[in-house]
């Protein structure tokens, strides 16, 4: 048996949305989840700021809980920080991208929406990403901030405003061709998580697309042929653990979602 973990990263809660698709896929992993609570958001920080404090972040949670494999859950720090990551830590280091491939592939009218953060919509990286995948269509961006705390308070059990989402939304679709966008490319890991609402507030049917199933057949891969631990013989599952870089009131009451999502201790960094 092998008692090491597979650590996700984010910033807050988002990469909930890919441990979903990646414990289907490998229900007898032991998971660490760690929030950067301290540096939360990424979204509205400089490339500056992430770039120095993630790969240092990281060096400190893998000399703790020694995982074998580490995935970026965060689409800003994988696109901003994700090499400097793999050049720091030996081990293997898996990042989160916008899903624009699938999105193209899946548009009729070749009009694609890509709904980030701010930080994430103005990278380099989304501007590659489209002319690879998705040179025939126009590729419209909206970053919002709003839609992560939004996330982030649905899991605290917080009720939103009435029009919060359709007005993160209209940032999308009231550009010019907005009204022709029939994918949308959830470009932050927090979004999937509020993606029921996404859909009723969306103007007309559009399908929203993330890069949750693709990372985790990436971690099975990458994992394949390696032990697990044994799982408890009651549950049929393993308790895993949420670490964040400050454990206040704001994140304790994060803790009946994480305990719901298989972490069941809470450990500050």
């Known amino acids: 048996m092998d008692e090491r973990p597979i650590l996700f990263f984010d910033s ?11 414990r ?12 950067d609570s301290a540096g939360f958001p990424y ?20 000399e703790r809980y020694r995982p074998r494999l580490v995935v970026i859950a965060c689409n800003t ?14 081990l293997p280091v898996v990042g989160t991208v916008p899903a624009i491939k699938p999105a193209a592939e899946l548009s ?26 998705a040179g025939d269509c126009l590729v419209l961006r909206h970053g919002s901030a709003e839609l992560v705390e939004l996330a982030e308070a649905k899991l605290r059990g917080e009720a939103a ?7 993160v939304l209209a940032g999308l679709f009231d550009q010019p061709g907005g009204d022709r966008i029939d994918v949308v490319v959830n470009a932050c890991t927090h979004f999937p998580l509020v993606e029921a609402e996404l859909e009723i507030a969306a103007p007309h049917p559009v399908r929203f697309v993330d890069g949750g ?8 891969h990458l994992t394949a042929g390696q032990g697990w631990p044994a799982q408890d013989g009651r549950t049929g599952r393993l308790d895993g653990v949420a670490v964040f870089t ?20 809470a450990e500050a960094l």
Do not use: H, W
């Open 12 to 22: 807050g809660v988002g990469g909930l949305s890919i441990v979903e698709p990646a």
């Open 213 to 220: 199933p693709g990372i985790a057949r990436r971690i099975a």
């Open 161 to 167: 405003p009435a029009d919060a989402y359709a007005r």
């Open 43 to 62: 979204g509205t920080k400089s490339e500056a700021e992430i770039a120095g404090r993630v790969p240092a972040l990281l060096g400190r949670l893998v």
């Open 77 to 90: 720090a994988s696109t901003i920080a994700l090499p400097a990551v793999r050049a720091a830590l030996d």
């Open 108 to 133: 009729a009218t070749r009009v694609i929406g890509v709904l980030g953060t701010e930080a994430t919509v103005r990278q380099a990286y989304v501007d590659d990403l489209s002319a690879r995948f």
């Open 24 to 35: 289907a896929a490998l229900p007898a992993a032991p998971f660490v989840y760690a929030a």
């Open 246 to 265: 400050r454990l206040g009131e704001r994140e304790r009451a994060l803790l009946p979602a994480l305990e719901s999502r298989g972490f069941g201790r």
